[in-house]
């Protein structure tokens, strides 16, 4: 800890210091906050690289089998023949799609909402003086880093980057020939292990590290999100984990753990001892992914609360209902796993218990979202942008949810599983959901790590754009889902819209197939959205307009009251917590918010309930 | 800066930092030998009734280092117990005895594997009648592969297949395939290269309980191994803490016995799940 | 819950292991009749009562040191 004492104001007559801080400082530095940063910085890359690959697949959706004009040729020179003539190959198709899904999930969302959003606020809310195990903190940074430098390298294998989707089923996972899903194998156990180590650290910090006073219902909802979705990572990676290691056994040393005997590949049977279950591994990816996708959307209901609060001066209705809400999610998460997989005839008694828990999943969830909604009610809200991304959320959240619901049961799922009806519904809850609300939470948070706010006006620019073209992207995907159309077809349904007769059980209708280029174009626009955002933040780093105070947002919670930007160690003094996390407009106060650290005006009155 | 509880615990929880560090990784840990299990029991109860091997493993070598893990735990509490009163000398004698502990293991573990890797199965072709054949290697060259057969065996499918099954298809269960039976046990059998279309040892490639043994018993291998180096550090370099700070010193003996209890009670049940059942 | 208590814990199931151990030797014996399954099932069973004299020497020498 020896440069702890560094300040951002370095002269350079420091010099020697300085060469010597920098590794520790900026590379390979303990302190929560850069983490933080570093964690953020690096999962918006890969956030951005994802939605590039997926920009080159809209084009083969759209105009299938024509040259991407511009990037096309680029592509043939990285990737040679994969893409011969700068058209998209189906091989390449495959390995887009499956590092799509892979790189939003595990590099981009995970790592942005929780450890990055995480490692920043969390320490600071609840008054700690940094996370539990700093180095542990440093050590999954680089675990995750790692894990996305195997994951980059896929892509210029001799075969390319895995191609059996983010799921990778075996067993074509397994027998598919190419390096790269063995590539996929080392980079999820090294994100997997990155993920324990911070869930194990988030943990530690939270149960460990509150400052006197931050009893558990004193906390930020914003950190009971964090806490769940902790104990989502530490218990439901592992199997995963198993899973991982069972597969790179299959591959690696010819096991069949994932191959049924009698194994027939194009045409001869396979040379494996046999014996295994394809549904092994769907039952342990799933008990894996469906806590995974929670662990995508709570971080982002705490993002939304605290901000939600702060902008319309208000407590939040409820607080202990989301809070045991948040509970039940946790615990029925690791039990509905298989709703997943209605149709893999499963059984119908384990498929009508599947249904049964994915049903009750839905109250907590409605419960949580109402009350964010009745929190409103009667408030005057302040519509910066960050509000406006949070009151987005709300109704794309409630859409992407809704539409979960029809899911659930499996006689209707049936009929939608695998379809693009499913692609529009998580994406409504990630997409315009999630990722809205960590924008919400980057414009929130930015005059805390920098000392300057972000630009309101481009600010507004980008969230309108996003707003719009998030809609035209994934709102058409329903009808094309419930018209037919499956996911993962390389030509975007154009062989399917050829069968003889058209209609609900026949071919697919061509507003499907044109519906491709509204999407297409749609998307291309949501990634120029983009934009004004990544200018707004490199700008505003420098030359935003600087806060007049520390806690510009007049909030309530902890990381308020520290300096902007907090030292090395957060707090100047440890501060003691006396009241519950969101005092807005109470009756009698001084101001229209009292900080979770503040004596009131008459001494030690009790805090009225929240 | 400080970070307040690394060594006291904090009243409220009772708990220092590494010890809830320590049982959240556990935890996680359960999770990951959990799901291993599972596979478990889903290949065991998918597989042709009647091919689930029994009887392959060493019982008395698999019970001596079931053995060997027990007394290595009690080692590793009474090591934590003396630092707690004070006795740094004999902390040294009961670390060193884990250690020790923990070789053993790991030796007799790799004769267990070697045991494994050195048993065949070879399928020929004489004439138009297939035969398998089932044994240790004892010699192997240019043009002829001897075998010492097995009283154990397991039936893969291409066995099964080719009717040489668990029960014994009337026709194809003659004494000359030396594959089974007792009286046969003691003599060698030769088997000409050419006449081989297949041979494969007893890997984790030869059949699901192979399979899941080998990677069941070589992640806990590494648990192990894990857990002794860190245990050797503290024995080693690692011991001058118990100079600067005793009770945290003390501390990551504990921390480190936790772990290495947990590894032990992974094989408490693994052994009688892959030796016994 | 401290090394002491997980020791317990551990000791418990090495219990439960070797009392199991003399049921499956025993079981094997009486399908097999070869006495080494029998001699087994024996040292099991005293394995057993020497996990109980161990644990009450280990509360004994342990006695200062918190469960918690
Ligand atoms: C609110 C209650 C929800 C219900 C009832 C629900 C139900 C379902 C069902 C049944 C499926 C499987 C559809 C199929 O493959 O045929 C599914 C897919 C999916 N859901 Fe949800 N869901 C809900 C909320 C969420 C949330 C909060 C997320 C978080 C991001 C999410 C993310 C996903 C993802 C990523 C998939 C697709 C996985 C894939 O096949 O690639 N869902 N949902
Ligand atoms: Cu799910």
Known sequence: ?610 | MEIPYTVKERKDTGLYNAKLGIWLFLASEVMLFGALFSAYILLRVGATPGTWPHGLLNVPLGTLNTIVLIVSSVTVVMAWASLKMNQFGKWRMYQAATLVCALIFLVIKSFEYHDKLTHYEVVTKEGDKHHVYDGHLVQEDKDKVVLHPSAHRLYTARAIALGFGPEPAGAHAPADHGAKGHAEKEALVTIQRSTIEHMENYGPKHHPYLAIYFTLTGLHALHVIGGALVMAFFFGPGAKMWKTDPERFTNRIEISGLFWHFVDLVWIFLFPVLYLL | MSLKSFHIVFMLATLALSLFLTVWAYQEFARTQVTSYLAAAICAAVTSLAVLVYGRFFLKKLKHISYQ
């Open chain 1, 1 to 610: 800890m020896q440069y702890s004492h560094d300040t951002h104001n370095h002269t350079h007559e420091a010099h020697d210091h300085e060469e010597m801080g920098f590794w520790t400082k900026y590379v390979f530095s303990t302190d929560h906050k850069w983490i933080g940063i570093q964690y953020g910085i690096t999962s918006l890359l890969f956030l951005l690289f994802g939605f590039v690959l997926m920009g080159l697949m809209r084009w083969q959706l759209a105009y299938p089998g024509t040259p991407i004009p511009v990037f096309g040729p680029i592509l043939e020179k990285m990737l040679g023949s994969a893409a011969a003539g700068g058209v998209m190959s189906a091989d390449l198709y495959n390995s887009f799609g499956a590092m799509h899904g892979t790189i939003m999930v595990f590099l981009g969302i995970v790592p942005l909402a929780f450890a990055a959003f995480g490692n920043y606020v969390v320490p600071l809310q609840i008054g700690a003086p940094d996370m539990t195990f700093p180095r542990l903190n440093m050590a999954s940074y680089w675990l995750y880093f790692l894990g996305g430098v195997v994951m980059v390298i896929s892509f210029f294998l001799p075969g390319g980057a895995a191609q059996s989707g983010w799921t990778s089923y075996s067993p074509l996972a397994t027998i598919i020939p190419t390096q790269g899903q063995t590539w996929w194998l080392l980079g999820m156990v090294l994100l997997i292990n990155s993920s324990l180590l911070g869930a194990v650290n988030f943990l530690a910090t939270i149960i460990q590290l509150r400052a006197p006073g931050m009893t558990w219902m004193r906390l930020p909802f914003f950190v009971w999100a964090q806490f769940v979705t902790a104990f989502l990572l530490l218990l439901a990676f592992p199997p995963l984990e198993a899973a991982g290691v069972m597969q790179l056994m299959d591959k690696l040393f010819g096991c069949s753990f994932f191959l049924p005997t009698g194994l027939i590949i194009s045409g001869k049977v396979a040379d494996v001892s046999g014996g295994g279950s394809p549904l092994l591994w769907q039952h342990l990816f799933w008990f894996l992914a469906h806590p995974e996708v929670y662990v995508l959307i709570l971080p982002a209901m705490g993002i939304v609360s605290e901000i939600l609060c702060n902008n319309i001066r208000k407590p939040i209705w409820g607080y202990k209902s989301l809070v045991y809400s948040l509970f039940a999610i946790g615990f029925l998460s690791f039990i509905v796993w298989a709703h997943h997989m209605y149709m893999t005839g499963m059984g119908t008694a384990i498929s009508t218990f599947f249904q049964t828990t994915t049903l009750i999943i839905s109250i907590p969830s409605v419960i949580i979202l109402t009350v964010f909604f009745i929190t409103l009610w009667g408030g005057s809200i302040r519509f910066n942008t960050q509000m406006l991304f949070t009151l987005a959320f709300l109704v794309m959240f409630g859409i992407g949810g809704l539409t979960g619901l029809p899911l659930g049961f499996n006689f209707v799922d049936l009929f939608l599983h695998d379809s693009y009806y499913v692609i529009a519904h998580f994406h409504y809850i990630v997409a315009p959901g999630t990722i809205f609300a960590l924008f919400a939470g980057v414009y929130y948070w930015f005059p805390k790590a920098t000392g300057r706010y972000m630009c309101d006006f481009w600010g507004r620019v980008h969230f309108w754009c996003s707003l719009v073209f998030m809609n035209v992207v994934f709102f058409p995907m329903f009808t094309q889902g419930i018209a037919g159309m499956s996911r993962r077809m390389y030509d975007g349904g154009v062989n399917y819209s050829q069968a003889a007769n058209k209609g609900l059980l026949g071919a697919l209708p061509d507003s499907a197939i044109y519906s491709n280029v509204i999407i297409s174009i749609g998307a291309w626009m949501l990634l120029l959205a983009q934009i004004p955002f990544i200018f707004n933040f490199f700008w505003s780093m420098r030359n935003g307009r600087k806060v007049e105070s520390d806690n510009p947002w007049d909030a309530t919670t902890l990381e308020w009251q520290t300096p902007t930007p907090p030292p090395h160690g957060n707090f100047a003094v440890e501060p003691t917590v006396y009241r519950g996390p969101y005092e807005y407009s109470v009756p009698g106060a001084v101001r229209d918010f009292i900080p979770q650290n503040e004596i009131d005006n008459k001494g030690k009155a009790k805090a009225p309930k929240s």
